[in-house]
C-alpha cells in the first residue's frame, strides 16, 4: 500500500471545495463542510452515535491512570472531539483526505495525512486509545478494490489476495499496537438503509466475496483470534435506531449524493427507486429511515474495569 504520512498542525490553504456544505454536489471525502451538512443524523434510543461515543470513550479514558492519547483514525473534521473529557490531552486525527480536515481545530489535536492501518503499523504504541469512527470499512476495503478518483472504474484486486493482506494488516496492526484500547463504530448492513444501498451499488459493482458484511467480519475474526491470545476483552454491541434524512427534497439529495456518491444521479431507475424507498419512511414531512451500527471495543488491563 503506498500513502503519504505527513504531520501538520493547522490546515491552510483550503482550497473552496473544503469550504462549501452543497448537499446537490456528490461527495467525495473532499470538503468537511459539505461532509457535515450532507451527513443525516444518527439516533438510536434518544442518543446520538456520538452521544454513544463520547458517553463510551469518555468512561473508557477514565478507567485509565493519568493522561490519555487518543488517535482518530478517519477522522473527519472530529466530531466527537469537543465531548471527550479533559483526560485526554492528545488527540492524533489520522485523516487522508486533507479536505476534510477541520480548520477550527482544538488546541490538543493534529492531523496526519494518512491511510490509518500505515500510520498504525508504523508509529505503534502499548499505551493509547485508538478509535475508529464510521471510518474503517475505507482501509479494509482498499485490499479489495480502489476506485479512481470519477468513481466510475472500480478495480476489484484478487479476493483472496486482498483477504490474505488485508488480515496480515489488521493481525499486525493489533500486534503492534497491544496493550492500546480501540473503540470503533461500523454500520451495520443489515439495516434497511444500508440493504437499500447496498442493492443499488450491486448494480455496478459486487462486494468482496458478494458479502458486504467480508470486511466486518474480518475485523471482528481477527480482533477476536488477538484478544483470545492476550487476554483481551472484545466487546460487541448492535445499536437499532434511524437516520434522520430531513424532508423529502434533501433526503433524496443525501441519499444520492452521500452514501450513493452522485454515481446514479443520471440514471432514471434508481432516482425513482431512491424517491420510492425514502417516500416508505415519511413521518409527517421528515424522513427517518431504519438505520443500525455496531460499536466493537477492545479493552485491555484497567480500561475494561469500566465495562
Ligand atoms: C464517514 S467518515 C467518518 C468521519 C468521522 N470519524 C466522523 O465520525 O464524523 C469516514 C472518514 O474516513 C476517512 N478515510 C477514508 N479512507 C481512509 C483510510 N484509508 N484511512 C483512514 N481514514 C480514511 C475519510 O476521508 C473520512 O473522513
Not at 493522561?67 to 471527550?84: E, K, M, T
Not at 496493550?179 to 461500523?186: A, C, E, K, L, Q
Not at 446514479?264 to 451500527?293: C, E, H, R, W
Amino acid at each position: 500500500m503506498n500513502s503519504k504520512i505527513t504531520a501538520h498542525n493547522k490546515s491552510k490553504n483550503q482550497s473552496d471545495v473544503e469550504k462549501t456544505g452543497d448537499v446537490n454536489k456528490p461527495f467525495l471525502y473532499q470538503s468537511h463542510a459539505q461532509y457535515q451538512a450532507i451527513l443525516p443524523e444518527y439516533m438510536f434510543d434518544g442518543m446520538s452515535d456520538l452521544d454513544i461515543a463520547s458517553a463510551d470513550l469518555n468512561k473508557m479514558v477514565s478507567a485509565r491512570p493519568g493522561p490519555v492519547a487518543l488517535i482518530d483514525c478517519g477522522a473527519g473534521p472530529g466530531r466527537i472531539w469537543n465531548s471527550l473529557n479533559s483526560n485526554i490531552t492528545q488527540i492524533t486525527a489520522v485523516e487522508p483526505n486533507r479536505g476534510m480536515w477541520n480548520p477550527n481545530l482544538p488546541a490538543r489535536a493534529s492531523y496526519v495525512e494518512s491511510d490509518a492501518f500505515e500510520y498504525l503499523r508504523s508509529f505503534p504504541a502499548n499505551n493509547r486509545v485508538i478509535t475508529f469512527l464510521w471510518s474503517i470499512n475505507y482501509p479494509l476495503l482498499k485490499f479489495f478494490e480502489c476506485y479512481d478518483g470519477t468513481l466510475k472504474h472500480l478495480v476489484r484486486h484478487n479476493p483472496e489476495k486482498g483477504d490474505a493482506e488485508c488480515r496480515q494488516t489488521v493481525r499486525d496492526v493489533l500486534q503492534r499496537n497491544s496493550g492500546s484500547d480501540f473503540y470503533i463504530i461500523i454500520f451495520d448492513d443489515s439495516s434497511e438503509e444500508q440493504q437499500f444501498v447496498t442493492k443499488i451499488w450491486e448494480n455496478v459493482a459486487q462486494f468482496p466475496f458478494n458479502d458486504r458484511a467480508y470486511t466486518r467480519d474480518l475485523l471482528l475474526e481477527e480482533m477476536q483470534r488477538y484478544a483470545t491470545a492476550h487476554d483481551a476483552d472484545l466487546i460487541v454491541k448492535h445499536y437499532s435506531g434511524f437516520a434522520d434524512y430531513g424532508k423529502s427534497d434533501m433526503a433524496n439529495q443525501r441519499l444520492l449524493n452521500f452514501h450513493l456518491r452522485g454515481h446514479f444521479n443520471d440514471d432514471n431507475k434508481t432516482l425513482l427507486a431512491v424517491s420510492a424507498f425514502l417516500s416508505q419512511y415519511s413521518n409527517g414531512d421528515i424522513i427517518k429511515v431504519p438505520a443500525g451500527m455496531y460499536v466493537i471495543k477492545l479493552l485491555h488491563g484497567k480500561g475494561r474495569c469500566a465495562h
